[in-house]
């Protein structure tokens, strides 16, 4: 037993060198940003973070923004004043923030449209977005079973951001869903002789 101690010291000493060298090299590329309560950031879309949209992830928008700092979460942490429609944690990793610029700093001074879209109506004390017309129905492979989505147009929002909701998502809005189902079953039925 005593011949092994000084190669199992020599192993813990290379992977405790090993650890100190991947440290050094990420501290050498990363440099922390922090952030005060009340400043503007951009948040960087990855897998995971998502805005509602039916264009193809890879000409998505990279960032999205700006969002005011509600509050700090630790070391490394946001709260983010978000959207509901958005569907993301409020709280966010530093690495997935960056501050955003402020207009008179844009340094191509490009007008930047204001879209006026109507605020959600409260609804058992739950914001809810109105929709105005399902567009279109599909079915989705999820697990070893099959969930129905909805094509989702909102009331004064662009075609643009349309975006695909599961069946469970639309829970107050099951008139509507009705209402399409049968508009889709008449308009099967007057296509069959």
């Known amino acids: 037993m005593t011949e092994y101690r000084p190669t199992h010291i020599d192993a813990k000493d290379a992977i405790a060198f090993a650890a100190m060298k991947m440290k050094e090299y990420y501290d050498s590329k990363h440099t922390p940003i922090f952030f005060k309560v009340g400043d503007l950031v951009n948040l960087r ?3 995971g973070f998502t805005v509602p949209s039916i264009q193809h992830k890879k000409i998505q928008q990279q960032f999205v923004g700006p969002f005011r700092i509600l509050e700090r979460i630790g070391r490394l942490a946001y709260r983010l004043e978000l ?5 993301i944690h409020p ?6 923030l960056q501050p955003a610029t402020k207009p008179e700093e844009d340094p191509f001074q490009r007008p930047r449209p204001q879209l006026q879209h109507p605020l959600p109506v409260i609804v058992d004390g739950e914001q809810e977005f109105v929709i105005e017309r399902l567009l279109r129905r599909r079915k989705i492979r999820r697990g070893r079973g099959f969930s129905t989505e909805y094509l989702v147009r909102w ?3 662009r075609p643009e951001d349309d ?7 639309l829970g107050n809005a099951k008139e ?3 209402d399409f189902e049968r508009r889709t079953r008449e308009e099967e ?3 069959l002789p």
Not at 91 to 96: E, G, N
Not at 163 to 169: E, L, V
Request: net charge neutral.
């Open 45 to 47: 879309l990855h897998r």
């Open 163 to 169: 975006a695909w909701y599961n069946i469970k998502d």
């Open 176 to 178: 509507l869903v009705e």
């Open 155 to 157: 009331a004064g929002y």
């Open 83 to 87: 959207p509901g429609i958005m569907r």
């Open 91 to 96: 709280v966010v990793s530093v690495a997935h």
């Open 189 to 191: 039925e007057a296509v």
